[in-house]
């Protein structure tokens, strides 16, 4: 069972544009959402993360935009550089403790000069 | 900075072998996990363990097992490899606190 499902599998964007990844969840007690970035022969490596007492948390080129009534959090990335290129994860888990964290299938964003 | 080591990069065994998967943290984690990463699958969680000698089942268990004697060592263990258990493996540690995870590199797995 999916209990986070992420769109679009891939996505091809040109310089400067504003990828938008998309994630929705199923879990009503998942209060803790995370990006991870990957790229080629490294693990993922996480880039930022929202609690959902907030609509929207930027670091950077990064923004998280978070609709709780509509269980769906997206991941925008300003002024896209060929450098992003990378597999994105969101993810969710119940807290900011113990709680195992479960993925969404992953985005594989390329970003052409 | 905290480094997650994984013991091999690549790996290439026989169907029915017995693997060892080690993975090796130096940041005092108390929380240790095995994932597979498959394309079009993300990342599924196979194992966890939140202490020494302490594990829990994750979403996808079968045909694995681990073991934590020391706090900094968590390895995955297949007891039979089968050709559907080719992936690849990424080892991660989180502190009790939780929050960050800090992933290897990875460990790609081919069963032949």
């Known amino acids: 069972q999916q209990q986070v499902k992420q769109s679009p599998q891939s996505l091809i964007v040109q310089k400067g544009g504003i990828p938008i990844i998309n994630c929705a969840y199923e879990?009503?007690?998942?209060?803790?959402f995370p990006w991870y970035q990957q790229f080629p022969g490294k693990g993922p490596a996480l880039l930022i993360a929202?609690?959902?007492?907030?609509s929207e948390k930027k670091e950077g080129r990064f923004t998280i935009s978070f609709n709780k009534s509509a269980k769906q959090f997206s991941l925008h990335i300003m002024d896209s550089q060929p450098g992003d290129s990378a597999t994105y994860f969101c993810?969710?888990?119940?807290?900011?403790?113990?709680?195992?964290?479960?993925f969404g299938t992953g985005t594989r964003l390329t970003i052409i000069p | 900075d905290v480094k997650v080591t994984q013991s091999s990069r690549y790996l290439v065994k026989r169907t029915g072998e017995k693997v060892f998967l080690e993975c090796v943290q130096d940041?005092?984690?108390?929380?240790m996990f095995w994932y597979r990463q498959d394309p079009g699958l993300g990342l599924r969680l196979i194992y966890f363990?939140?202490?020494?000698?302490?594990?829990e089942k994750g979403d996808i268990p079968e045909g694995y097992s681990v073991s934590r004697e020391k706090k900094e060592r968590f390895s995955l263990i297949l007891e039979s490899a089968s050709t559907n258990q080719t992936s690849m493996y990424l080892c991660?540690?989180?502190?009790?606190?939780?929050?960050?995870?800090?992933f290897g590199s990875g460990t790609q797995l081919s069963v032949l």
């Open positions: 991660a540690s989180r502190p009790d606190r939780g929050g960050k995870l800090f």
């Open positions: 879990n009503t007690a998942f209060d803790y």
């Open positions: 929202i609690r959902p007492d907030v």
């Open positions: 993810a969710a888990s119940h807290s900011f403790g113990n709680e195992k964290l479960t």
């Open positions: 940041m005092d984690h108390e929380n």
């Open positions: 363990s939140y202490d020494v000698k302490m594990k």
